[in-house]
């Protein structure tokens, strides 16, 4: 049975700094993987989609990288602002269409 | 991507009653989802809703409780039956884009329920 962990379950740091989401999955055989923010009274955003086949995505200050064979995706935020302050979430999407999701990152930055 | 429009966005409701929660979508999609997300807890996949047949609905989950409409391709609707105070949660539309209409998922703002 899949199952996707995400570590730390919250985080705090000061503006300006690199951080690194992390998030693992038990079973390695994922279609593809997705990160999504969510704020506080609004709906999920889909930041990153990693194929199976890809080994990391890009947009903006977002890096996602995807390690199949060891479970593992991390989401790198570079140089932190005080909007990135969410909640972001992992989800892997197993051979069929259901996503399976992690308990996400409460993330603060502080001004 | 496609563009939702869930409502109501946040209700109170007393115990025993039902609320119909409704999802627009700008645009034709294959794939609709139905998702809870309960206090401090990540998202679960309540149901899958079919256009012109019943929703496939997930283990934990049946139509008598959580009845799910999808008369075309832009719209659905779920009601959450007969509310008991456990059933307060957020209640998410989700859409699939994509390979096989589900590649990518967006999600509308979702609604707040809480059940006194």
């Known amino acids: 049975k899949q199952e996707v962990t995400q570590i730390p379950a919250a985080l705090s740091v000061p503006e300006g700094e690199n951080l690194v989401l992390n998030c693992s999955f038990t079973?390695?055989?994922?279609?593809?993987l997705q990160w999504f923010r969510q704020d506080p009274g609004k709906g999920l955003t889909s930041l990153l989609l990693i194929q199976s086949s890809q080994r990391e995505q890009t947009s903006g200050r977002l890096n996602a990288s995807l390690d199949k064979s060891s479970g593992r995706s991390t989401l790198y935020i570079a140089a932190s602002q005080p909007g990135d302050s969410a909640t972001y979430l992992c989800?892997?999407?197993?051979?069929?269409?259901?996503?399976?999701w992690g308990a996400g990152t409460k993330l603060i930055i502080k001004p | 991507s496609a563009v939702i429009s869930q409502k109501p966005s946040r209700d109170i409701c007393q115990r025993g009653t039902s609320l119909t929660i409704q999802c627009q979508v700008d645009?034709?999609?294959?794939?609709m989802f139905w998702y809870r997300q309960q206090p401090g807890q990540s998202l679960t996949l309540i149901a899958t809703?079919?256009?012109?047949?019943?929703?496939?609905?997930e283990s934990g989950f049946v139509i008598d409780k959580f009845p799910i409409s999808r008369p075309n391709l832009t719209f659905s609707t779920l009601t959450v039956s007969n509310m008991s105070p456990e059933d307060s949660s957020i209640y998410l539309c989700s859409v699939g884009q994509g390979f096989s209409g589900a590649n990518v998922l967006t999600f509308g703002a979702g609604s707040r329920l809480t059940v006194l």
């Open positions: 809703a079919n256009q012109g047949s019943e929703a496939t609905y």
């Open positions: 989800a892997v999407r197993p051979s069929n269409y259901q996503l399976i």
């Open positions: 079973d390695s055989a994922i279609y593809n």
């Open positions: 645009s034709q999609v294959t794939m």
